[in-house]
């Protein structure tokens, strides 16, 4: 049973756009949420992440967009550059628990 | 400083063969986690283990999955009697565990490819 869904399996975005990126959530009990990016043969890195007290949260290019009651929460990445160029795994948990449930990934591919 | 290293990066076994993969966690962390992915899905939770504190296998799909931990270091997971659905990369994770009242980060290793023919 996922609870952690990313419906685009891959995303196509030209140098310089932005890159939207989707995660959807069942539980209701979740209320911490992050991103994580994965290169080709390395492990997953942290990228961002956002509390449920919040509904926004900016690092830099990145921001994370949480929206409680449909249970969605986006990644922004202004502008897109070569090097975003990875896997983006969402991950959901809840506060102070170990346990972070995985969306399967979404592969995001910048163009020149 | 280093890492979460694992080992080997990839590893071809035959139905039936037992295998073992090795995490070498970040120093300092005590919590440590392995996680499975399966082509096309996500990091699906296997086993926590965090200090001296009794590890949490709910996440193990059966009994011929386990793993240990020595202290707060090495972790080895063996999967006896491989079956060609184990395929998948093996990925491990320490944290500090700081309880300080918000999830810690993971911090993951490459992971190891684990092939069974």
């Known amino acids: 049973d996922q609870q952690v869904k990313q419906n685009s399996p891959s995303l196509s975005v030209q140098e310089g756009r932005i890159s939207i990126l989707n995660c959807d959530y069942t539980n209701s009990m979740f209320d911490y949420f992050l991103w994580y990016k994965k290169y080709p043969a390395e492990g997953p890195t942290f990228?961002?992440?956002i509390s449920s007290i919040k509904d926004k949260n900016e690092d830099g290019r990145f921001t994370v967009f949480l929206n409680k009651s449909a249970k969605h929460l986006s990644l922004?990445?202004?502008p897109s550059q070569p090097g975003d160029s990875a896997v983006y795994f969402c991950a959901a948990s809840r506060s102070n628990d170990y346990k972070l449930s995985?969306?399967?990934g979404t592969t995001v591919t910048v163009r020149a | 400083g280093a890492g979460v290293s694992q080992?080997?990066?990839n590893k071809v076994t035959e139905?039936?063969?037992?295998?073992e993969l090795r995490c070498d966690p970040i120093s300092g962390h005590t919590a440590l986690y392995w996680y499975r992915q399966r082509l096309g899905q996500g990091l699906e939770f296997l086993i926590y283990f965090q200090g001296n504190s009794a590890p949490d296998k709910s996440g193990l799909p059966s009994d011929r999955f386990s793993a240990e931990r020595t202290g707060e270091s090495v972790s080895?997971?063996?999967?006896q009697?491989?079956?060609?659905?184990?395929?998948?990369?093996y990925l491990c994770a320490s944290s500090l565990r700081s309880g300080r009242g918000f999830t810690d980060t993971q911090y993951f290793g490459p992971g190891t490819?684990?092939?069974?023919l």
Request: charged residues 20%; glycine residues 6%; proline residues 3%.
């Open chain 2, 15 to 19: 139905k039936g063969k037992d295998v």
């Open chain 2, 81 to 89: 009697r491989t079956q060609q659905e184990d395929s998948a990369v």
């Open chain 2, 76 to 79: 080895t997971l063996t999967i």
């Open chain 1, 102 to 104: 995985f969306g399967a």
């Open chain 1, 47 to 49: 990228l961002i992440s």
């Open chain 2, 113 to 116: 490819r684990l092939t069974v």
């Open chain 2, 7 to 9: 080992s080997p990066s």
């Open chain 1, 76 to 78: 922004h990445i202004v």
